[in-house]
């Protein structure tokens, strides 16, 4: 059974840092490109970042660009994001997403949440102004 189990959310102020994990069973975990989503209350699903499974590829919505930083441990099956400077629109629920990779997309980063396979259950992150 696969599961992604995301932990590191809780409440900060504005302008402090989260890093969140998801640690990952049940699958091939270097087999996958991981991203991470996040879902504010009455907004949709929005992409975060990714990263492949070559570990060489980065993808990040512009909103957290130069802020939040995506990484991942194969051998601990473990996703990773840094969170700094935190700002009160960053405040959702962030989701961990795998994506089965072969070939061609060895390298590849998706934003596109259609094209992931398997999802957490979430951690809310929630920041203060």
């Known amino acids: 059974q696969v599961q992604l189990v995301e932990s590191g959310g809780g409440l900060v102020q504005v302008g402090g840092s989260l890093r969140l994990s998801c640690a990952v069973s049940?699958?091939?975990?270097?087999?996958?490109?991981m991203g991470w989503f996040r879902q504010a209350p009455g907004k949709e699903r929005e992409f975060v970042a990714a990263i492949s499974r070559s570990l060489t590829n980065t993808n990040y919505d512009d909103s957290v660009k130069g802020r939040f930083t995506i990484s991942r441990e194969n051998t601990e099956n473990t996703v990773y994001m840094q969170m700094n400077s935190l700002k009160p629109e960053d405040t959702a629920v962030y989701y961990c997403?795998?994506?089965?990779?072969?070939?061609?997309?060895?390298?590849?980063?998706?934003?596109?949440?259609?094209?992931?396979?398997?999802w957490g259950q979430g951690t809310q992150v929630t920041v203060s102004s």
């Open positions: 997403t795998a994506k089965f990779t072969v070939g061609d997309s060895y390298y590849d980063t998706p934003i596109n949440g259609r094209e992931y396979d398997y």
């Open positions: 049940g699958l091939t975990f270097r087999w996958y490109a």
